[in-house]
Every structure is written in C-alpha cells, then in structure tokens.
C-alpha cells in the first residue's frame, strides 16, 4: 500500500542489494557480472521514447521514474515484476488510511522504481501503473483523494504541498507529517490509461521528478493510452 510502499522498497532494495550481481549497471566493473533483471528494466524505461508507446503497458514503462528525473549523483533501481505477475496480490493503492480501491481491479501491468540519493540510501518509491481503461485511472486518482480525505487525524497533519504546476490535468499532490515526525509527499498524476504515483520525503525533488514524468506523460501517443 502506497503509505507504507517507501519501507516496503527499503526492504526490497535491502535483500536485493546483498549480492554484487544486484548493484546497479553503472557501479559494476565490466565483465563482473551479468545484467539483472532489475538493471534490465531499469536500462529499457531509461532509454523508452513516450512517443514510440503502442500501448498502456509501454506506457507506463515510459513514464517510470528515471535516474535523468532526479538530482546529479543520484541513481534509480527497478524492482520488475514478471509479465504474468498477479496484481491483485501486490497491491498499489489498496490499504491507505484503511481504505479499498476499486481501481486496483483494473490494473494490467505496473512498473515500480526506487529513486537513491548520492549515497545508495532510498528516498523516492513510486509506480507506473496501466489501467484497463481511462475511466480506471482517472478512478483511482479520485479514490486517493477520498482515502486521504479519512485519514486519522492523530496520525496525519496535512501541511501545504508543492505546487501542481507542471503536473498533467488530473494530478493531486498531498503533503503530511506522520505521528513520528516525518514528512511524506505523494503525487498522482493521470493520462489516458496511465497512472504515475511518487512518494517521498523531499518535496522539491519529489515535485520536480513529477513535472520530468508530466513532461513524458504528455509526449505518450493518445491512441496508445486512450486518450
């Protein structure tokens, strides 16, 4: 679920990071190793042209978080899910402040990355995620407004975000402090059969990673996405 999705990845980067055969493309001497599968997916959403997309599931690999999205130094790590993956035991969005998404039952493929900062440590999670229609991803936007809407008080202090500015048309930004103190950001940006989710903790670089996938967002051929 998307309020514990950062230390979920955290956990997920931990066990991947114990072999040297994990540790991303570009940190690895040549002939060390061979690619993984997370440096595969990682190297194909890099290069992915929005324009080039047929369809939702290029999409959303298109419109993933990007090493080029975030600030000098840091780095990115795709966590792919196999072609065949059940989505409907890998939840997205499913459990935020308690609350069920209908549009979970919607979706087709996702496409999850992990942002880390100069030092290897994760700050930004998010997913690409491929609705069967339009009308599921523009749902599901709504329905994470509604969850937000019903969150414990003593658990969430809602503050002022960054701006939406540069976002796509159907896009929502929260900012929070949890009970422990930290601050979180989540944006939700949709196009088409398209879902693009961050959340961090940093909200210029969370803000400016969501304008850079607004921008790719835009350039996805309608007829691919259904828009």
Known sequence: ?????????????????????????????????EPTAADVAAAAAATA??????????????VALRATDLPAGWSVQANPLP????????????????????????RTSKQPVVGLDATGTPQLSSEAIAYDSPAAAGAAVQELVQAFGRCPEDQYTFETGPSA????????????????????????????????????????VTAAAGRAIAARMAALPAEAIGA
């Not at 993956?85 to 402040?97: E, F, K, Q, R, V």
Request: one cysteine or more.
């Open 83 to 106: 072609a065949d993956a059940d989505l409907t035991a890998n939840p997205s969005l499913t459990g935020i402040c308690g609350q069920t998404f209908a549009s979970e039952q919607h």
């Open 165 to 204: 500015e540069g976002l796509a048309a159907t896009s929502v930004v929260f900012q929070y402090r949890l009970a422990d103190g930290t601050t979180q950001v989540v944006l939700a940006q949709a196009r088409g059969q398209v879902l693009s989710v961050l959340i961090g903790e940093d909200p210029a």
């Open 49 to 62: 042209d929005p324009a080039a997309a047929q369809d939702p599931a290029q999409a959303a690999v298109a």
């Open 1 to 33: 679920m998307l309020r514990r999705l950062l230390l979920a990845v955290l956990a997920t980067v931990a066990v991947a990071g114990c072999s040297s055969a994990d540790e991303p493309a570009a940190t690895r001497s040549p002939g060390t190793a």
